[in-house]
């Protein structure tokens, strides 16, 4: 280091202590980055690589960016995942003695973001920190720096359940300790969190007391301590805003796993990975920032306190019940800002004139909603509104403070108001004064010179001056005016008149502007100390806006409010999937029944591809979920019990991160469900065992569906292309068939989308195919193959009936081998693995005889129309055939 010049020296001696953040070293007007630095940031931002001498042999790498429009550049690499050290100069340049003191002001991180684009306005900005302790539990913290919440719970569980948490609140940063274990941490980057931070710190601090006051365990005061530390070392301030920590159990809201929470796109899309599309998207009616960040959080954490949710349910209903209160809250809300971040702001020092009149506007409309709410009648309505607490002192110092339309900097003067301050006034007014003295000298010297064209100026450099062409400098009378600047066409002059008059106005400018910025940081500081008022209506706000967004959207979409059974009982009645009900818009979505109860705790759901069945497993749990958030749901009536915890397994796709097959992801999502559900569970098992060979899928599938019944009991919709399983409704008592019904006519299928009893007969695969529109050669082919597979249906897999031995099950599987081998040698394909055995002497009727019979048995021909007696006549005697 010591070859290099005093300055890079200092540069090399500050980036030692952030070698994991771009460190933007202030030269002057810019943000200037050496070394490693400046050949990355030159590439990630897309700006020019120069270099510069720095006192050894070769040039050093060197780029920067200007002072000025350095935020968007530092919002492009913190969307990246990059963290960025502020160095600032500390030290006046006149009175530095050598180099310029500068120092790290601020380390702006992802989870640290207080402002910029690249922070949503209805998503928060979580950190996260995990602590690890000797007796294998987990504490597990979260901070949104921007608004000052601040929740940690104790996880007993395995670091799977720490994986969850992180899915849940989307964490853009975690803060862990140096030693924390190296798979853990493959496992977050596994689900997409690159930004890992370290801090050692965890020791409680007094700083922290007033945040830390409701935590009593020590485990938790211990996980709370690091992220603090963490934020106060890295910000560099005092962080006022910050809100005492909330703890919280897992426990005491329905468990929703990374898998479910995907797959239910409950927040996004698996597709394009956006809102559009998700239950979010749906639901998202709020007018506020704060209430749409709610809103998520309510739907990633579903109630299962019946109390809890009928006290959200009352409030959605009053709200739904009076239109045109509703509608004018709705306006009220769309003038009130982010109260949450615009506190968050003052307190962290960069709130602008701006932000504040917003912070006014919105508190301007409090009384409004008070007695738009108060007008409804309803004690529940007003309990809720009287948290509504207007701050009247900070609306009044603010409306007679700040002008109405201030400059975007605080810097620039003309933000207070006049009459606010008698030194201001004064300022202003010899200002103002001199301006129009200076107007008056202009006419005045025109006339007494007889110059039309002179005229007054005033630059930066030079200051005031009388400016005079050079055709007209013979009428200037010599010995009054003195020379100041020479020009190509003219010549500046001032008089000692001018000179006096320059002086009064410059200084009652300068003074004026310094002056209104110390009263703007007086009025900042009067307003912070209303920071717990102004976070506290923020979520009165919120929680208002997100429950008339429930009425809304209850309203617009005619749901209704579910009851909820202690029974375990489920009755829906028409019930819709609500985002595909609203994606369709115009076209009709069918809606279909959901019946539920200790005699039917497993529903097999069988049908055609593309008819519904992953649909309407798929609306069930959105069913549940909106009712746990205190909405209404998309019924004609809903009957539900609370779960507590939802499983799914829907759609597959390649890990290829973490090297997992589709198979593989489908039964560590299994296991997930089947290990941690419990009787009060809702799980959707969507074609399980299809990532492998036939006989391993349908064999782990009924062992699935056989364990579920048998060790569990949860609510549980299981589809499958099996059409055998079927045969289990005769086995497990608590397990009915339903099928999703299609038609075929004149060789094509029609999908009905209609839930009904009993089994289905075919997956009309082929006729998927053909609606893709394969070839049609290869469609008839698939036929021709289809038909003689049918025709040679005779041996094959026997379903096993629980109560057989080991023996006999054994003894069935070689049975079936040996058919199968002799099949096989007799070139007779075989499909079918649920044939009755075959009878050597053909005395009695056929299997396939036998199987017709004993469907035309079951058949309730008097409840089916004349289409539908028709179709099963043909599909009869196509099977004869």
Known sequence: MSGYTPMIQQYLKIKAEYQDAFL??????FYEMFFEDALKASQELEITLTSRDGGSDERIPMCGVPYHAAANYIDLLIEKGYKVAICEQTENPKQAKGVVRREVVQLITPGTKMDGKGLDEKENNFIATISSFADGHF????NDLSTGETRVTILEGSFDDILNELSIIGAKEVVISSGFEPDWQHKMKERGISALSFEEATDESQNFESVLKFLQDRKQRLAVSRLLHYLYRTQKRSLDHLQPVLPYETNSYMKIDYYSKRNLELTETIRSKGRKGSLLWLLDETKTAMGGRLLKQWIERPLINRKEIEKRQTLVEILKNNYFERQDLRERLKDVYDLERLAGRVAFGNVNARDLIQLKKSLQQIPAIREVAASMGHDEIA??????????????????SLVDNPPLSIKEGNIIQDGYNAELDTYRDASRNGKTWIAQLERHEREKTGIKSLKIGYNRVFGYYIEVTR???HLLEEGLYERKQTLTNAERFVTPELKEKESLILEAEEKSIGLEYDLFLEIREQVKSFIPRLQALAKAISELDVLQCFATVSEERHYVKPVFSDERIIVLNEGRHPVVEKVLQTQE??????????????LLITGPNMSGKSTYMRQIALTAILAQIGCFVSAAEAVLPIFDKVFTRIGAADDLISGQSTFMVEMLEAKNAIVNATENSLILFDEIGRGTSTYDGMALAQAIIEYIHENIGAKTLFSTHYHELTILADELSRLQNIHVSAVEHNGNVIFLHKIKEGAADKSYGIHVAQLAELPESLINRANTILLQLEQNDSTGWKIESKSETVGDKEEKVQTSRTEKEAAAAAEEAQLSFFANPYDPEKKAPSPKDKKVLDELKTMEILEMTPLEALNVLYKLQKKLK
């Open 24 to 29: 933007f070293f202030r030269l002057g007007d």
């Open 139 to 142: 504490g597990f913290a979260y």
């Open 383 to 400: 309990f809720l509104t009287k948290k509504l607490d207007p701050c009247e002192e900070v609306t009044d110092l603010l409306e007679s």
């Open 471 to 473: 055709a007209n400098l």
């Open 589 to 602: 979505y069918v809606p279909n029944d959901c019946i539920m109860d200790a005699d039917r705790e497993i």
